[in-house]
C-alpha cells in the first residue's frame, strides 16, 4: 500500500492506494494556510499517520502533488503558490515522525502520472496532460516517469508564447498561452463579447457581468446565441494552436486535456481534434490519441503515491 | 569503429569514427538525385565500402542522418526531402551488401546527439539543439538517447505557432516559429527592410536586392547602419521568443544553437542570452547552458555514427 496526497488551497486530500492503483481508503482537512509551516507540516503528518494505520503501517511510501516548485535533488519546496512549504524541510519532517519515505512533485506532474499509470493514457508510457484552469498546468511523462528538465521546472506550457506582441503576463513574456486557453482567459472573452452584444443570451445565463464564468458561453452557444458561439470558436482557436504545438514537440502517444472545461465533452473535443488533426506536422499512422482525462481529481492521489 | 554518414541534397559525406568519437577518415561523394533510387543506394553502399576498407573491415555499424522522417519500428525512409529515398528499404539493402548492422535518422536529430556526445554540450546528457537555416532544425536528446515521439517524428519546433494570426505555412498553420526565425525568414525581413531604406548601407553591402543574404543585416549594424541593426533586433527577437519556449517546455541541461547564423558569435549569442535569462519560467540556480554548436558539419556524421 502507498499513500498519495493532493495539497491544495483549500484541502489536503490523502489516499491509501492499493497494488492496483485503486484509492482504498480517502480522508480529508482543510489547508491551513493561516498558522505558519509548523502547524500545516503537523497537520500532514497528523493525516499520514491516519490513513497509515487503516493499512495496519504497512505504507511502502507516501507521494505529495504541490500546487509549486520542488527541488529534483534535495525534494524541498522551493516554491509553493500561497500555502507556507518553501521554507521547511517537509519531506524530512514527514520522513522523521512517520519513518515512511516520502516524495514531493508538482500537482500537474502527478495528475498526469496518475493519468498514464490508471486513467485515460493508462494504455500508453508517454503522454502529455495540458490542464485548463485558474492557468494551464502541465505535466509530461516518458517511459511512465515525470520528466523534470535539469531543474524540476520543465514543462511550463502555460507560458509558452503563442502570440509575440501578445498581452502581458505577470512571468514577465507577452502573449503566453495561458492567456488564451486558461478558463481566466475564457471568462475575460466571454465578458468582452457580453459588454460587446448586449442582446446575447449570455447577460440572461449568466445573471450579470460579474457572475460570467467558464460555462457561460458554452451554454449560450447551445442555446444558439452567435456571440456565445463565437467565444468558443475564438478559445478553440488558441487552445488548438498550444495543443498542435504540443503534439508538433512532443508527438506524445497520449494528449490528455484536464480540468474543469473538460466537462464540456464533445463540445471541446470535436473541433479540437479536428483542427490538430489538420494541422500536425507528422505523417504516417500513429499518432498521438487526444483524450479527456478520467480520473478528476483522484489523478493527483493515484498519481502522488506512485512517486519515487 | 563506426561509420558516421550524413546524407545531404548535394553531397554524401562519410566518416570513420573511432572510439573516442573522433573522426578518423573521411570521404564524400556527390548526392546523384538524377539517375533513381537503385543508383542512389548503390553508391551509398560503394562509399561504405571503401570506408569499411580503411577499417580493415572492423566495422561495428553505419548510421546515417538524412533530410526527412524514418518510421522508428522499420528503420524505413518514410520522406527525404528532395532526395529518391523514400520507396526504398535502404536499411535492408545496405545490411545485405555490406554486412554491417544500419541505422538511419533525422539529420537534425543526429547533430544534436554529435554535439551532446563530442561536442558543444558533452558534458551533458539532455538538450535540445535549434539549427537555424532555410528552415529551423530541431533535435531533442534525453539520456544521451535521441528523443523521438511515439512516431519518429518529434521535435517539429519550426512548426510551433509564435502568431496565431502569423504568416502562412506551407505546412498548412500559421505563425510557424521557422517562418520567423530561419534564415529565409532573415533574408525576406532584410530585402523588406532595404526596400523601405532606400538609403540604408545594406544596399552597398549587398549589391542589390536579389543578392541580400543572411550576413547583409549583420554586416550593415556592424558598420552602423540603423536599418540593418532593426533588422538583427527583430529577428533576434522572434528567435529568442522560440528559444525561450524551448528553455520553458523542456529545461534542458543545454540549449545548443547550430546552422551559418552561429558564425555571428556572441553579436547573436548576447541578445539572445539576455532575453532568455530575463524571461525564462524557472526558479533556482540550475539554468539550460546556452552554447553554439561547436562540430559544424561534423556533427552529423559523429552522431549518425553512433546510432544504434
Same mark, same amino acid.
Given at each position: 500500500? +502507498?499513500?498519495?496526497?493532493?495539497?491544495?488551497?483549500?484541502?489536503? %486530500?490523502?489516499?491509501?492506494?492499493?497494488?492496483?492503483?485503486?484509492?482504498?481508503?480517502?480522508? !480529508?482537512?482543510?489547508?491551513?494556510?493561516?498558522?505558519?509551516?509548523?502547524?500545516?507540516? +503537523?497537520?500532514?503528518?497528523?493525516?499520514?499517520?491516519?490513513? $497509515?494505520?487503516?493499512?495496519?503501517? %504497512?505504507?511502502?511510501?507516501? =507521494?505529495?502533488?504541490?500546487?509549486?516548485?520542488?527541488?529534483? @535533488?534535495?525534494?524541498?519546496?522551493?516554491?509553493?503558490?500561497?500555502?507556507?512549504?518553501?521554507?521547511?524541510?517537509?519531506?524530512?519532517?514527514?520522513?522523521?515522525?512517520?519513518?515512511?519515505?516520502?516524495?514531493?512533485?508538482?500537482?500537474?506532474?502527478?495528475?498526469?502520472?496518475?493519468?498514464?499509470?490508471?486513467? !485515460?493514457?493508462?494504455?500508453?508510457?508517454?503522454?502529455?496532460?495540458?490542464?485548463?484552469?485558474?492557468?494551464? =498546468?502541465?505535466?509530461?511523462?516518458?517511459?511512465?516517469?515525470?520528466?523534470?528538465?535539469?531543474?524540476?521546472?520543465?514543462?511550463?506550457?502555460?507560458?509558452?508564447?503563442?502570440?509575440?506582441?501578445?498581452?502581458?503576463? !505577470?512571468?514577465?513574456?507577452?502573449?503566453? @498561452?495561458?492567456?488564451?486557453?486558461?478558463?481566466? $482567459?475564457?471568462?475575460?472573452?466571454?465578458?468582452?463579447?457580453?459588454?460587446?452584444?448586449?442582446?446575447?443570451?449570455?447577460?440572461?445565463? !449568466?445573471?450579470?457581468?460579474?457572475?460570467?464564468?467558464?460555462?457561460?458561453?458554452?451554454?449560450?452557444?447551445? #442555446?444558439?446565441?452567435?456571440?456565445?458561439? #463565437?467565444?468558443?470558436? %475564438? @478559445?478553440?482557436?488558441?487552445? #488548438?494552436?498550444?495543443?498542435?504545438?504540443?503534439?508538433?514537440? @512532443?508527438?506524445?502517444? $497520449?494528449?490528455?486535456?484536464?480540468?474543469?472545461?473538460? +466537462?464540456?465533452?464533445?463540445?471541446?473535443?470535436?473541433?479540437?481534434?479536428?483542427?490538430?488533426?489538420?494541422?500536425?506536422?507528422?505523417?504516417?499512422?500513429?499518432?498521438?490519441?487526444?483524450?479527456?482525462?478520467?480520473?478528476?481529481?483522484?489523478?493527483?492521489?493515484?498519481?502522488?503515491?506512485?512517486?519515487?
Amino acid at each position: 500500500m +502507498k499513500i498519495g496526497i493532493d495539497l491544495g488551497g483549500m484541502s489536503v %486530500k490523502a489516499g491509501l492506494v492499493n497494488d492496483d492503483l485503486k484509492i482504498v481508503y480517502k480522508e !480529508a482537512i482543510p489547508t491551513d494556510i493561516e498558522n505558519g509551516k509548523e502547524k500545516l507540516a +503537523k497537520d500532514i503528518i497528523g493525516l499520514i499517520n491516519r490513513v $497509515a494505520e487503516k493499512a495496519d503501517g %504497512k505504507v511502502e511510501s507516501v =507521494g505529495i502533488g504541490i500546487p509549486g516548485d520542488v527541488d529534483k @535533488f534535495t525534494g524541498r519546496v522551493i516554491y509553493c503558490n500561497n500555502i507556507p512549504l518553501a521554507d521547511i524541510d517537509l519531506k524530512g519532517e514527514i520522513e522523521r515522525e512517520t519513518g515512511i519515505p516520502c516524495f514531493i512533485n508538482n500537482d500537474a506532474n502527478v495528475a498526469a502520472l496518475g493519468e498514464v499509470l490508471a486513467g !485515460a493514457a493508462k494504455n500508453y508510457k508517454d503522454a502529455v496532460m495540458i490542464t485548463i484552469g485558474t492557468g494551464v =498546468g502541465c505535466g509530461i511523462v516518458m517511459d511512465n516517469e515525470i520528466y523534470l528538465g535539469c531543474n524540476g521546472a520543465a514543462g511550463e506550457i502555460g507560458h509558452h508564447c503563442i502570440e509575440v506582441d501578445g498581452l502581458k503576463c !505577470a512571468c514577465g513574456r507577452q502573449g503566453c @498561452f495561458e492567456l488564451y486557453a486558461s478558463v481566466t $482567459a475564457l471568462i475575460r472573452m466571454t465578458r468582452e463579447a457580453m459588454e460587446q452584444n448586449p442582446d446575447s443570451k449570455m447577460w440572461e445565463i !449568466a445573471g450579470s457581468l460579474e457572475k460570467a464564468g467558464g460555462k457561460t458561453s458554452w451554454d449560450a452557444m447551445r #442555446a444558439g446565441d452567435a456571440a456565445g458561439k #463565437a467565444v468558443v470558436d %475564438k @478559445f478553440i482557436r488558441y487552445l #488548438a494552436a498550444g495543443l498542435v504545438n504540443v503534439v508538433n514537440i @512532443f508527438q506524445p502517444e $497520449a494528449l490528455i486535456i484536464g480540468g474543469g472545461i473538460s +466537462k464540456e465533452g464533445e463540445y471541446l473535443l470535436a473541433p479540437l481534434r479536428e483542427i490538430i488533426c489538420r494541422e500536425r506536422y507528422s505523417r504516417g499512422k500513429i499518432q498521438a490519441d487526444i483524450v479527456i482525462a478520467e480520473l478528476g481529481n483522484d489523478a493527483g492521489i493515484v498519481g502522488a503515491s506512485q512517486l519515487c
